[in-house]
């Protein structure tokens, strides 16, 4: 019993670091990007999903 707490526990912990740890970089990244470059990206990304942006 104990094993299949302490499985439970690893299983449930890993994904919610992997977040915060991926989220972070995200943040990171987007804070110290320039303005006109994410726009573009986003600008981008739009255009591929089909989404009229202007």
């Known amino acids: ?3 299949l707490v302490h499985s439970a ?3 449930t912990v890993f994904p ?3 977040a915060i740890i991926l ?3 995200i ?3 987007a804070g110290h ?3 006109s470059a994410l ?6 990304v739009r ?3 089909g989404f009229p942006c202007h």
């Open 9 to 11: 526990a690893k299983s």
């Open 1 to 3: 019993m104990t094993a």
């Open 33 to 35: 990007v320039q303005a």
């Open 23 to 25: 989220g972070f970089g």
């Open 39 to 44: 726009h573009d990206a986003a600008h981008d």
């Open 27 to 29: 943040v990171t990244m």
């Open 47 to 49: 255009h591929a999903t």
């Open 16 to 18: 919610a670091v992997a």
